[in-house]
């Protein structure tokens, strides 16, 4: 029997941290990067750099331009600054996001690296790192990536709002950088500079402000454990903040990809029903039937927005989730849904793409329609987690394929195909 989760008694239960505190190394000739990392050691090099005496270098994969192959690149080490976080990456999902920007459908600035969701083992802390950060994150720490990686200063974040942060948005995702207007990220070979998507997860180490982390358990697994940042995240956020989900609300969901899916077990853990999944291929809408929905509509085969009508007493739903980011999908989400209810857009869509909705009907009958992003990361992240820890939200049926760090072109390959049916992973180490 699932377990039910109601929003007023989720409560993020802390536990002592089982590894004793170790002190950050002390790490000798730390070198400036040739594009103005720090003033104050300008005379050392670039590959004197390194993590307890070990390599000065990394590999990464490297997004070029739209619709080129991903390509193995060898990185300086990224190092942090202050309260950002060095993390040795164990895995990284397989998103659609990046895969939009692989495509050239989203803008962004390239050479960058992609993949946003991962886990990995803390193995370095910035320089004038507080101790608080220094305390809850030691040397040695298992941890888990949110996408949104938030700032902690700005209007947003300091009112709790950490998916509106704005310095989330106007650097990383306008220039890709971190928050002091620069990459972590420089070619070994030339030292030029290649951009961060969120974290630039899909590299041996990366670099994260220390906002966008949590602890991980070690009863859970690291491979698994990458979908939390991002696909586990934004279903997460678009339930319990766009949605304000409750038990017994009836909800359909638009397109069952990795998002989609975690969307099913978010609301099957609230008690939400009917929970309707809609997608035009058998094979996910089967899967969808094992992680939490009550009802499977293949909107190839059938009108969605009637039968969805018809599974709900002719009314429709009380919330429509729409979690592919196509006009039709987005049109049926606003279809969908009851006089009063909510239709929430998650799906990111080509920067061209345009929805269109009968404005009539959104005024008399208050159709609600919420975009959500993600998650707020240091509110919900451990929350998330803890819902993964107590098996709430099923990790293993929610990873359908795990590809090699040297498959990862290919696990964007066969994304774009259609044939991953879940979440893919990459694993790194």
């Known amino acids: 029997m699932a377990m039910i989760i109601r929003k007023s008694t989720i409560k993020l239960i802390s536990s002592t941290l089982s590894r004793t505190f170790t002190s950050t190394p002390t790490i000798t000739n730390l070198p400036p990067s040739p594009h103005s990392i720090s003033s104050s050691s300008s005379s050392l090099s670039f590959s004197s750099y390194n993590v307890n005496g070990g390599s000065s270098y990394m590999r990464g994969v490297m997004f070029s331009s739209p619709n080129q192959p991903l390509t193995f690149e060898d990185f300086h080490m990224p190092r942090p600054k202050a309260n950002e976080i060095l993390v040795k990456t164990k895995a990284c999902g397989v998103c659609h996001s990046d895969l939009h920007v692989i495509k050239g459908e989203i803008p962004f600035a390239s050479p960058c690296v992609v993949g946003h969701e991962i886990t990995g083992e803390v193995v370095e802390h910035g320089p004038l790192t507080d101790t608080r950060t220094l ?15 938030p ?26 950088t971190l928050y002091d207007g620069e990459t972590r990220l420089f070619l070994r070979s030339n030292g030029k500079p290649v ?7 899909l590299a041996e180490y990366c670099v994260i402000p220390a ?10 697994p690291y491979t698994e454990s990458a979908i939390l940042g991002c696909a586990v995240f934004t279903a997460y956020g ?77 009314v429709g739903v009380d919330i429509a989730i729409e979690a592919l980011g196509k006009p039709r999908t987005f049109q049926q989400c606003t279809q969908s849904v009851r006089d009063g209810g909510k ?15 009968d404005i009539n009907r959104l005024v008399r009958r208050q159709v609600k329609i919420i975009g959500s992003y993600g998650a707020r990361a240091r509110q919900d ?17 929610a990873v359908s394929k795990v590809y090699d760090f040297e498959e990862a072109d290919k696990a964007y390959q066969d994304l774009n195909q259609g044939s991953i049916i879940g979440r893919a992973v990459v694993k790194i180490a």
């Open 135 to 149: 305390q809850r994150f030691p040397i040695g720490s298992h941890v888990v990536g949110a996408f949104i990686m």
């Open 151 to 176: 700032c902690g200063n700005c209007s947003f974040c300091s009112k709790g709002q950490d998916d509106l942060c704005e310095d989330f948005f106007a650097y990383n995702r306008a220039k890709g």
């Open 195 to 201: 951009y961060m998507y969120s974290m630039g997860g």
């Open 211 to 220: 906002h966008g982390l949590t602890l991980l358990p070690d009863s859970l």
């Open 238 to 314: 678009a339930m319990v903040h766009a949605a304000d989900v409750r038990g017994g609300d009836s909800i359909a969901v638009i397109g069952i990809g990795g998002v989609g899916s975690s969307c099913l077990q978010i609301a099957r853990a609230f008690g939400a029903s009917p929970i309707i999944a809609v997608d035009i291929s058998d094979e996910k809408l089967e899967k969808a039937k094992a992680v939490g929905a009550t009802h499977i509509v293949n909107a190839q085969k059938e009108d969605a927005v009637e039968k969805i009508k018809e599974l709900t007493g002719g």
């Open 343 to 357: 239709a929430v857009m998650i799906g990111l869509a080509d920067v061209n793409a345009r929805g269109e909705v």
């Open 381 to 397: 992240l451990p929350k998330i987690v803890k819902l993964a820890e107590t098996g709430t939200f099923d990790l293993k049926a």
